[in-house]
């Protein structure tokens, strides 16, 4: 496991994580154009892979990239200004860090 801490961005009034490390990415599964599935709960977001997912990671010069940046990651996420994230096999779990 591999855990790195946040700051969640904003764009347009909504909470954005912007996940762009390629190493972890890749290492644990999450490679430019493999799909995965979101789940958000309150104060988490669960990001899982899965080759008929709804979502894409996408890229960019060769980086992986996972956006998230809706109304539901800002409602999962109110009241944090950082994140834990978390990367397993196949897994990433993000949760709301205390200050």
């Known amino acids: 496991m591999k855990n790195q801490n946040l700051f969640i961005g904003n764009h347009r009034g909504r909470s954005r994580v912007w996940l762009d ?3 972890s990415l890749e ?3 999450f ?7 979101v789940d958000h709960g309150e104060g988490t977001i669960t990001i899982t892979s899965n080759t008929d997912g709804k979502r894409k990671v996408s ?4 980086r992986p990239i996972i956006d998230l940046c809706s109304v539901a990651a800002t409602k999962s996420l109110e009241g944090f200004t950082r994140v834990d ?6 897994l990433i779990i993000i949760s709301g860090a205390a200050e």
Not at 85 to 90: E, F, K, L, P, S
């Open 31 to 37: 490679t430019a154009g493999s799909r995965f599935d």
């Open 59 to 62: 890229a960019n010069k060769d």
């Open 27 to 29: 290492e644990h599964g």
């Open 21 to 23: 490390h390629k190493a």
């Open 85 to 90: 994230v978390t990367y397993a096999a196949g």
